[in-house]
């Protein structure tokens, strides 16, 4: 064990001659060893339950022990901070895993969309064609039935059996 070196053990170590002017219940250390019968460094004078030297010990326990506990603070809070870091790392993946899954909906509807749309205009395109073969054979067919109706008159009015002119029913 160090002496304790305070002020007062410097007095009385230097004046040990002169009485000390402090009450005989105040606290003072020795500079010199302790002796082995006597566990108290106080050589007789008399010591209150708590020294500067045990104030300083507990002093020291006591901020030993708030450091120790802000320092296990510390590794609670980092703890904490890593443990949500951990959490929002993988947080993260989960949205980009969903966001890619999300992505490649998207592009499988866009395809599909693509396919039926190409489906959709070959249709459209043979639906117009057709449409423009059945105009071309109606617009025929108009041409025909015209001509077959005047072939019709023409046989009328030439027929030497007036009978069948009567009951000729006018075409359209």
Request: glycine content about 0%.
């Amino acid at each position: 064990m160090q002496p304790h070196t305070d002020v007062f053990s410097i007095h009385n170590y230097l004046n040990s001659s002169i009485p000390s002017p402090y009450p005989s219940h105040f606290p003072i250390s020795s500079p010199f060893p302790v002796n082995s019968q006597n566990s108290n460094p106080f050589y007789g004078f008399q010591t209150a339950t708590s020294t500067p030297q045990s104030m300083s010990l507990s002093s020291n326990n006591s901020t030993s022990d708030e450091a120790e506990e802000q320092q296990t603070n510390k590794n609670i809070i980092n703890e904490r901070k890593q443990r949500r870091m951990i959490s929002n790392r993988e947080s993260a993946r989960r949205s980009r895993m969903r966001k890619q899954r999300h992505l490649d909906e998207l592009w499988s509807q866009v395809m599909w969309l693509r396919i039926e749309n190409h489906q959709l205009l070959d249709k459209l395109n043979n639906l117009s064609e057709s449409h423009e073969k059945v105009l071309q054979e109606n617009s025929q067919l108009k041409e025909e039935t015209s001509e077959l109706k005047q072939v019709i008159t023409d046989m009328q009015i030439q027929s030497p059996f007036s009978c069948f002119r009567d009951d000729i029913i006018p075409i359209e």
